[in-house]
């Protein structure tokens, strides 16, 4: 199983990579949606970690690109900000097109159980955006 991973702080990308390498996943790693998008173009990943606010090209873009590109890839969303002001990030990143979403800052369990549980399920019918 092939993994990107798409987060502006590198101490993020480090550990995830680390943690996903541990449990036998390939993992590719970028510091923002430009580069996760050249990433995904030339990796071709099952799965796609990112977050949403970076610098470049925010997660929110990102997603809605890659939806518009593979739109059966599963996308996991994460951000330490999950609100600002009246918005929830993660919800809206879910919205529109994120199949699942976690906030930081998480354990590694929970992501792996995350993980796990997209790659169990059928790829949303919708192509993963939100009608």
């Known amino acids: 199983m092939h993994i990107l991973v798409i987060d502006d702080e590198y101490l993020v990308r480090y550990t995830l990579a680390r943690v996903l390498r541990n449990d036998g996943y390939d993992v590719v790693t970028a ?12 990796s071709a990943p099952d799965i796609v970690i990112t977050d949403i606010i970076m610098p470049e090209q925010d997660g929110i873009a990102t997603i809605r690109q890659m939806r518009r590109e593979r ?3 599963k996308i996991l969303a ?9 918005f929830d990030v993660l ?4 919205k529109l097109g994120a199949d699942d979403v976690i906030g930081k800052p998480f354990d590694a369990a929970a992501l792996l159980a ?12 919708d192509g993963g955006v939100a009608a």
């Not at 510091?31 to 030339?42: I, K, L, N």
């Not at 995350?114 to 019918?125: G, T």
Request: with cysteine; charged share 25%.
């Open 91 to 94: 919800e809206i990143a879910r």
């Open 78 to 86: 994460i951000s330490g900000e999950v609100g600002i002001g009246n």
């Open 71 to 73: 739109p059966q890839i």
């Open 114 to 125: 995350c993980l796990r549980a997209m790659q169990a399920a059928p790829p949303r019918e």
């Open 31 to 42: 510091a923002d949606g430009q580069r996760g998008m050249v990433a995904f173009r030339e």
